[in-house]
Each structure stands twice: as structure tokens, then as C-alpha cells.
């Protein structure tokens, strides 16, 4: 499946989540991530982001069942792209 996630965590533990969303999707903006996961991929991250995660944090993930499925359209200078492999 394809999916977008967004998260908005206080500033003591954005570099925690930025380095676990990193392992498990694309970075393509502040905050936002996409590309292809597995639903047991998906469990494990939302797991160990709720570790990371107080009360006041909130994480939101989007999916869909293929990026074909979405219409992206980008307005000014792209950041990174889902191609990218590390």
C-alpha cells in the first residue's frame, strides 16, 4: 500500500521521529513522508512512534492502495522524491 504521513512532535523529539520515519518511508518534506509500505510494516512503525510520541504529539498517516491511485501535483521546488533509495 501507499501512504503519507504527517506528524507534528514538540521540538525535544522531532529528530527521533525525522530518523525513525526516515527508515521506513521517503522524507519529502518538514514533517512529511511517503511511499510504499507492507501493513506489518506499518504496525511496527506506528509501535515504535508511539514510543517516542507524549500527549500533546500527533502522528497521521493517509494510504491508499497504490500511488497510481493519488493525484500529487507540486507547487515550487520539490524536496526530495520517492525514488530516491538510500
Do not use: H
Not at 521540538?11 to 527521533?16: A, D, I, M
Not at 525525522?18 to 501493513?39: H, K
Not at 504496525?43 to 497521521?60: P, Y
Amino acid at each position: 500500500m501507499y501512504a503519507i504521513l504527517v506528524y507534528d512532535i514538540n521540538q525535544k523529539r522531532v529528530g527521533k521521529m525525522l530518523r525513525l520515519c526516515r527508515q521506513y518511508l521517503t522524507w519529502i518534506q518538514n514533517s512529511v513522508f511517503e511511499g510504499e509500505i507492507t501493513r506489518s510494516k506499518l504496525e511496527e512503525l506506528k509501535a515504535r512512534a508511539n514510543k517516542i510520541m507524549k500527549d500533546e504529539d500527533s502522528l497521521i498517516v493517509f494510504l491508499s492502495r497504490d500511488s497510481k491511485w493519488l493525484d500529487k501535483e507540486i507547487v515550487g521546488k520539490e524536496r526530495n522524491t520517492p525514488d530516491n533509495m538510500l
